[in-house]
């Protein structure tokens, strides 16, 4: 089956985020961040009746993580992501850093 409409389309996307960290101790730090896609005005020349952007993706986030050492950091993080119109994701992650090597404060 081949394509019946091949005109052309073209849109312009805007998003924004905001976010901010607290380090509340100093080994502790909590955040939160939200972000928003706006599908803006799209223009679909001949194909105006099969796709519709009435949808906004957005997310929101929040994450604790703890730092015992210049070198290490454990965070946890969850996210609630809808970047699709018929589902929501839950996601979590869990993360170890661990850094090795010279780096600013110490010159090797």
Do not use: C
Request: glycine residues 8%; without cysteine; neutral net charge.
């Amino acid at each position: 089956m081949g394509l019946t409409q091949t005109d052309a389309y073209s849109s312009r996307q805007r998003g924004w985020y905001l976010q901010g960290v607290w380090q509340f101790m100093p080994m502790w730090r909590v955040g939160a961040r939200y972000d928003r896609l706006d599908p803006g005005t799209a223009q679909y020349g001949a194909n105006a009746d099969l796709l519709a952007l009435d949808f906004h993706p957005e997310r929101a986030t929040v994450m604790l993580d703890y730092t015992p050492s210049e070198f290490s950091r454990f965070r946890i993080q969850y996210a609630n992501s809808k970047t699709r119109p018929d589902a929501t994701d839950h996601q979590l992650f869990l993360q170890y850093i661990l850094t090795l090597g010279a780096h600013g404060a110490h010159k090797f």
